[in-house]
């Protein structure tokens, strides 16, 4: 394997331009959130503090170590310190590539936006994109690794790029059966899967608020279904809308990894839980990843022209 390439045909970590800030409601808390993305140093990676509680637990890396299993959305622990749906901020940070970045937040989720990545996507634009003097270093796949649970299954497998393919099989007609392949790239992950919204039942979100969840939850933030029938006044963005937001899901869950990634992942009819199990099984088995340093993006396809560092310990992600 060829280790010489030079510095100007590495990747570089990429941050913020500036800080710039949102705001929203929680998809299921309900209350108010206010949100501000803020430029971070090389090696930072992607950290959320909570500006509404003090001491240690206030600030929390967004990586698998701090994650828990929740079948609901994506959720951040550290010292009883909770930070929940961070999957869509995640998504989008993710498909353009931003390494660093700290995210100041003054609740315990992530506003939910209009359900989907787009928001974030605007924000990361009008912030605009920095380039840092870092290379980029990303986890690369040597080895399937898989997780599975009854007709559920999530796997990572070795490529030359991160890709992305998921299957969905519903009995709704709704929604019935559907699959999507990508290769991940800012340009094709924000045409072909940022404004695809999250979805749920009708009859779900009435027992999720009788749970105290979904408080925030309205036609205005996610796609609705009633049996065959789609509620949403403008109906989908995409005719496959319910897989390209499984995709959008999978990308922010992949993220908890720490690093780009450098492989493929198929889920079918996998959720949250199970993606970060998938990871957290991943980084556990070092015959099964490496770091490698990115080569600029034309070179990306050729395998020999990875650079792999020393060896680092997977809890250091």
């Given at each position: 394997?060829?280790?010489?390439?030079t510095?100007?045909?590495v990747?570089?970590q990429?941050?913020l331009k500036?800080a710039i800030n949102?705001?929203?409601?929680?998809?299921?808390s309900?209350?108010?959130v206010?949100?501000?993305?803020?430029?971070?140093?090389?090696d930072?990676?992607?950290?959320f503090?909570?500006?509404?509680?003090?001491g240690k637990?206030?600030?929390?890396?967004?990586?698998?170590?701090?994650?828990?299993e929740s079948?609901?959305?994506?959720m951040?622990?550290?010292?009883?310190?909770?930070?929940?749906?961070?999957?869509?901020?995640?998504?989008?940070?993710?498909g353009?590539?931003?390494?660093?970045?700290?995210i100041?937040?003054?609740?315990?989720?992530?506003?939910v936006?209009?359900g989907?990545?787009?928001p974030?996507?605007?924000?990361?634009?009008?912030?605009?994109?920095l380039?840092?003097n870092?290379?980029?270093?990303?986890?690369?796949?040597?080895?399937?690794?898989?997780d599975?649970?009854?007709?559920?299954s999530?796997?990572?497998?070795?490529?030359?790029?991160?890709s992305?393919?998921?299957?969905?099989d519903?009995?709704?007609?709704?929604?019935?059966?559907q699959?999507?392949?990508?290769?991940?790239?800012a340009?094709?992950?924000?045409?072909?899967?940022?404004?695809?919204r999250t979805?749920?039942?009708?009859?779900e979100?009435?027992?999720l608020?009788?749970?105290?969840?979904a408080r925030g939850?309205?036609l205005?933030?996610?796609i609705v279904?009633?049996?065959d029938?789609?509620?949403?006044e403008?109906?989908?963005?995409?005719g496959?809308?319910f897989?390209?937001?499984?995709?959008l899901?999978s990308i922010?869950d992949?993220?908890?990894?720490?690093?780009?990634?450098?492989?493929?992942?198929?889920?079918v009819?996998?959720?949250?839980?199970?993606?970060?199990r998938?990871v957290?099984?991943?980084?556990?088995d070092?015959?099964?990843?490496e770091?490698?340093?990115?080569?600029?993006?034309?070179?990306v396809?050729?395998?020999?022209?990875?650079t792999?560092?020393?060896?680092?310990?997977?809890a250091?992600?």
């Amino acid at each position: 394997m060829k280790t010489n390439i030079t510095a100007n045909r590495v990747q570089k970590q990429k941050t913020l331009k500036s800080a710039i800030n949102c705001s929203g409601v929680g998809l299921h808390s309900g209350d108010n959130v206010i949100m501000t993305l803020h430029p971070a140093a090389p090696d930072t990676g992607v950290v959320f503090r909570r500006t509404d509680v003090a001491g240690k637990g206030a600030v929390i890396p967004a990586t698998w170590e701090y994650a828990i299993e929740s079948p609901l959305c994506t959720m951040l622990v550290k010292d009883d310190v909770k930070i929940g749906t961070i999957e869509h901020l995640m998504s989008a940070l993710a498909g353009f590539g931003i390494d660093n970045c700290y995210i100041d937040i003054n609740a315990c989720e992530v506003p939910v936006m209009d359900g989907s990545s787009s928001p974030f996507v605007f924000l990361i634009e009008c912030a605009g994109i920095l380039e840092q003097n870092a290379p980029k270093r990303a986890i690369r796949i040597l080895k399937e690794v898989r997780d599975e649970e009854d007709n559920r299954s999530g796997s990572l497998s070795p490529n030359e790029c991160f890709s992305v393919s998921f299957e969905i099989d519903f009995e709704s007609q709704a929604i019935g059966h559907q699959e999507l392949y990508m290769e991940v790239r800012a340009d094709r992950y924000k045409q072909e899967v940022s404004r695809a919204r999250t979805f749920g039942f009708l009859h779900e979100a009435d027992q999720l608020r009788k749970m105290g969840l979904a408080r925030g939850g309205s036609l205005d933030n996610a796609i609705v279904i009633d049996g065959d029938t789609i509620m949403n006044e403008g109906g989908l963005r995409y005719g496959n809308e319910f897989v390209r937001h499984k995709v959008l899901d999978s990308i922010g869950d992949l993220y908890l990894a720490g690093a780009p990634i450098v492989g493929h992942y198929h889920g079918v009819r996998t959720g949250h839980a199970q993606t970060y199990r998938l990871v957290k099984k991943l980084l556990a088995d070092n015959s099964a990843w490496e770091w490698v340093t990115l080569p600029i993006e034309d070179t990306v396809s050729h395998s020999a022209s990875y650079t792999v560092p020393q060896r680092a310990a997977a809890a250091s992600v």
